[in-house]
Nanobody, 122 residues
Framework: VQLQAFGGGLVQAGGSLRLSCAAS????????MGWFRQALGEEREFVAG????????RYADSVKGRFTISRDNAKNTVYLQMNSLKPEDTAIYYC????????????????WGQGTLVTVSS
């Protein structure tokens, strides 16, 4: 599966952005999907994950209550709605896919898209 993330940009603190990740292929609905981020000089970290059906989601503590992951299997797309953004959310955001249902627990994904930059100004 090939992934392409987009929707990043510059936003003021307290604002919102919605990231999208479009996937190629006809088996998108069989993949667990995740969003990760990497800030400058930091390691990549898990942000949110969603099961193939959308019935199970998982979030990093730092984004709980502010970010929402969702998917539209008919459109082969996964979304990350980001509200109440903070300067510490500034990072390159990556989407990822894996055929294992435990991926959103192990954070181990096989397929990665290119990143999209999110910058939150104070």
């Amino acid at each position: 599966v090939q992934l392409q993330a987009f929707g990043g940009g510059l936003v003021q603190a307290g604002g919102s952005l919605r990231l999208s990740c479009a996937a190629s292929g006809r088996t998108f609905s069989t993949y667990s999907m995740g969003w990760f981020r990497q800030a400058l000089g930091e390691e990549r970290e898990f942000v949110a994950g969603i099961s193939w059906s959308g019935g199970t989601t998982r979030y990093a503590d730092s984004v709980k209550g502010r970010f929402t992951i969702s998917r539209d299997n008919a459109k082969n797309t996964v979304y990350l709605q980001m509200n109440s953004l903070k300067p510490e959310d500034t990072a390159i955001y990556y989407c990822a896919a894996d055929q294992s249902w435990v991926a959103i627990t192990t954070f181990e994904f096989d397929y990665w898209g290119q990143g999209t930059l999110v910058t939150v100004s104070s």
